[in-house]
């Protein structure tokens, strides 16, 4: 019998020893999760009648790992979208709430009468943009930045107003800083099958008002807990932290230690440099080199509260310019059915980032304070919150800035010299649950032919 051992519980390492399992029967599987619960950054928590997630909220189906994953534990059919009367969402512009322009997926105007009429762009800023219909492609400039790339096609005043807000935010860093190969590899795919973004989003657009989201009714910690009965026979090991993992032996704990044939790190770049850093030095150094942001999440339950804004939306973002404290806001029981009872109000602010990260020093009250006060300035919600529930993630945001494939090819070449020991999850080759489960799949087929 052969060992696998799967250091991380998160959604890659669950869904890692999923694939494995399914590959091969013959491995003894054990998973280690130094937390009291597996799943990660997925957080489901049910008080008082509302439903709070610490993490992700649904996953986007546009990408088809995760409904594939959905299909195969025969929880499919319990699916279902954004609310179809709240499927807009707000942008943050002089201290107002404005809409969203529809059509706006990937930072790039798919309905032109939408960008005509917006009140978020200047005329020149619109006509900046639609300069993009008769732009020639650009230059094969190898990695270009996200911001960089949106500039030279749309101008300046709609990446700063609209889409950095919207793709940058994703990441919980500037669009000038992200690499686009490594985020938004589609809208260089756009540019090269129909040279203008706006007639290439056109010509891709789905039906309009279709919700490119789906949830669960028990939040996002049903799909763990599907994954975890689907894991008869794997050892999950929770609040049992790996300290080291050593290359061709196994892992080392704080009491003992665990041979294998095979060790997979299941969490991001830098969690997983420290596991490395005396068996591998350089490859310790070269997951370090792919930078990583914290956050946090505000959920705020308010009981039929009287805010001065339509609440016929999803949330809204903010614009850097904007400078305020939180980065955004999504409105949890308008965006899904089931999250608060009726009449009241479950929000979700968002802090941190790169800009942030002192702020998140603070405790858990000061979050809650300036996520109630930037609420009352943007929303008019006067009243105090029922309760407020805070979920930190430290370093849990990696950060694919331009050079990443550079990074990630030392980083494989480096695992050459390292004997069965392999890499997965959020920030190596995307970021999202759809990237995790697809990378955890291939990282399991990998074993499985490796041994």
């Known amino acids: 019998m052969k060992r696998v051992i799967v250091v991380g519980g998160g959604i890659s390492g669950l869904a890692t020893a999923y694939h494995l399992k399914k590959l091969r ?18 957080a489901t928590l049910r008080r008082d009648g509302f439903l709070v997630e610490g993490g992700p909220d649904s996953f986007i189906i546009q990408k088809p790992w995760a409904l594939e994953l959905c299909r195969e534990l025969g929880i499919e059919e319990r699916l279902y979208p954004t609310e179809a009367a709240n499927r807009t969402g707000y942008v943050l512009h002089r201290g107002r709430l404005l809409p969203l322009p529809a059509g706006m997926a990937l930072g790039a105007p798919a309905d032109l009468g939408a960008l005509v009429t917006t009140r978020l762009l200047s005329w020149k800023g619109k006509l900046r943009a639609g300069l993009d219909l008769i732009l020639p492609r650009g230059e094969e400039r190898g990695d270009e930045s996200l911001g960089g790339f949106l500039r030279r096609r749309l101008g300046n005043e709609l990446v700063e107003r609209i889409a950095d807000p919207l793709l940058g935010g994703i990441h919980a860093a500037p669009a000038d800083r992200l690499s686009l190969q490594a985020t938004f590899p589609r809208l260089k795919e756009i540019e090269r099958q129909h040279r203008s973004l706006i007639l290439g989003m056109r010509r891709a657009a789905g039906p309009a008002g279709q ?22 026979g794997v050892e999950i090991r929770t609040e049992a932290r790996v300290e ?25 770049p830098p969690a997983a440099a420290g596991l490395f850093a005396r068996s591998s030095p350089a490859l310790s150094q070269a997951l370090r080199s792919i930078p990583a942001v914290s956050t946090a999440t505000v959920s705020l339950a308010y009981h039929r509260p009287h805010p001065t804004v339509s609440l016929a939306a999803t949330g809204f973002l903010i614009p850097r310019a904007e400078k305020r404290r939180i980065l955004a806001c999504t409105w949890s029981s308008r965006k899904f059915a089931g999250r608060a009872p009726d009449g009241d109000l479950l929000v979700r602010a968002y802090l941190g980032g790169e800009a942030g990260e002192e702020l998140l020093k603070g405790t858990d009250e000061l979050l809650s304070g300036i996520a109630c006060e930037e609420l009352a300035a943007i929303m008019g919600i006067r009243e105090a919150p029922a309760f407020a529930v805070v979920h930190r993630w430290p370093k849990a945001n990696p950060i694919l800035e331009v050079g990443h494939a550079a990074k990630l090819a030392r980083i494989e070449k480096l695992l050459e010299e390292c004997p069965g020991i392999f890499l997965t999850g959020t920030g190596y080759r995307g970021v999202g649950i759809p990237d995790c489960i697809r990378d955890a799949r291939d990282t399991a087929r990998q074993i499985a032919a490796a041994l």
């Open 25 to 42: 029967a013959d491995l003894v599987i054990t998973l280690f999760e130094e937390r009291e619960r597996p799943g990660g950054v997925i």
């Open 211 to 232: 919700s490119p989201f789906r949830t669960l009714p028990g939040g996002m910690g049903e799909l763990v807990e599907s994954l975890r009965a689907a894991l008869a």
């Open 244 to 268: 080291e993992i050593v290359p061709g032996k196994g892992i080392l704990t704080k009491h003992d230690g665990m041979a294998a044939q095979a060790v997979v790190a299941a969490m991001p």
